[in-house]
Nanobody, 121 residues
């Protein structure tokens, strides 16, 4: 069974940095697109950044030049380097994988359980 597990969340101060990781397991062979979403209290889940199997990442306007998305296809792992953190970056961050080829078939999409990022002043 395909699973996505996020790690690296926690508490940071304004202007600080955190790095999130998302590891896919469960017989995963390849993942087409991986993405980070976030959901702040009282708000809808929003796309933060996404990265295709081959190519560069795309970012939401509010995180451009501060966040960097990357992936290691050999490890089926995705990362989000977050710099210059702002109070409004506080949210639960979710990993999403789309177009997953795995040992027993294909799965269109899968979500991680989320990791909390809290930015304080």
């Amino acid at each position: 069974q395909v699973q996505l597990v996020e790690s690296g969340g926690g508490l940071a101060h304004v202007g600080g940095s955190l790095t999130l990781s998302c590891a896919a397991s469960g017989g995963v062979i390849s993942i087409n697109t991986m993405a980070w979403y976030r959901q702040a209290p009282g708000k809808q889940r929003e796309l933060v950044a996404e990265i295709p199997l081959e190519g560069t990442g795309h970012y939401a306007e509010g995180v451009k030049d501060r966040f960097t998305i990357s992936r290691d296809n050999a490890k089926n792992t995705m990362y989000l380097q977050m710099n210059s953190l702002m109070l409004e970056d506080t949210a639960v961050y979710y990993c999403n994988a789309g177009g997953i080829r795995h040992a027993t078939g294909y799965k269109s999409s899968s979500w991680g359980q989320g990791t909390q990022v809290t930015v304080s002043s």
